[in-house]
Every structure is written in structure tokens, then in C-alpha cells.
């Protein structure tokens, strides 16, 4: 019917969120993230794609200067969470999550890994910085 909003997952659709460096961000995107999801009946994802996000932003807002970005993205039954980040360093390699355990910091990726589907980064500007662009998926059917 034209006119309504509908809430049916396999239609497309991306949400893009400016962060400023700031830990507070953090907590920004997940709440934001829970709204998105929720409203477009993926509340089933919500618990860990709010985990994953907060990773991905908390790493994009600890290990980089200056303004960071949320991306979420619904196609073909996939969700695909982002953070993109200023510094055009690749993010260092994931320790396994055994390994991850036993250190006071740098769990992020491991659990980014352990969580979701698949993951990976690319370099990527935005808005005229260079930066990259580390990312996440998770399949939305159960």
C-alpha cells in the first residue's frame, strides 16, 4: 500500500552515522543500532550485532585520531555492520579468542571474528580522509 513503512527484512536498505571521537560514541551507536534493527523486524540480530558494533566503533574511537562513522547495511538476507575510521592503518590481526582471553586489551577483533559470519577491512575515504573501513556480517535467517 503506498504510503505505509514497511518492515519486511528482505527489503535493502543502509544507515550512516557520524561519530566524533569520543567514547560516548560507543554507546551512541548501539543504542542507534538497536532502533534500526528493531524497527525493521531484525530483533533477533540486535543482541549481537549491538556487540559487534560496539567493537568495531570502540576500536574505530580508541585507535584513531579524529572522527569516526557507523554503517549498517540490510541486503539479500545480510547484515553488514561498519565502522570506518581515520587512520589508514590496517587493523593488526586478530588474536584467536583462546588467545584473547588471557590479554587486559585487544579482544575486539577476536570477538569480532568469534561473533559474525564473516569480516574484514578496506582502505576507504570519507569525506576527503583517508582512513578504513573495517566491517562485519551476519546471516539474518535463523
Known amino acids: 500500500m503506498p504510503g505505509t513503512e514497511s518492515n519486511e527484512p528482505d527489503e535493502s536498505w543502509e544507515y550512516s552515522l557520524s561519530l566524533p571521537n569520543d567514547l560516548r560514541a560507543v554507546t551512541v551507536s548501539r543504542r542507534t543500532l ?3 534493527l528493531t524497527v525493521h523486524g531484525l530483533i533477533r540480530l ?3 550485532a549491538e556487540l559487534l558494533a560496539a567493537e568495531l566503533v570502540s576500536n574505530a574511537v580508541c585507535h584513531a585520531k579524529g572522527p569516526a562513522a557507523l554503517r549498517v547495511c540490510w541486503s539479500a538476507g545480510v547484515l553488514r555492520i561498519g565502522a570506518w575510521d581515520a587512520d589508514p592503518q590496517p587493523p593488526g590481526p ?30 576507504l575515504t570519507r569525506d576527503g580522509s583517508r582512513g578504513k573501513y573495517v566491517w562485519c556480517e551476519l546471516a539474518g535467517v535463523a
Open 34 to 36: 538497536r532502533l534500526i
Open 46 to 48: 540486535v543482541d549481537v
Open 94 to 123: 586478530p588474536h584467536s579468542f583462546e588467545q584473547a582471553l588471557d590479554l587486559e586489551g585487544g579482544r575486539g577483533l577476536a570477538l569480532v571474528r568469534a561473533c559474525s559470519d564473516l569480516w574484514g577491512w578496506q582502505p
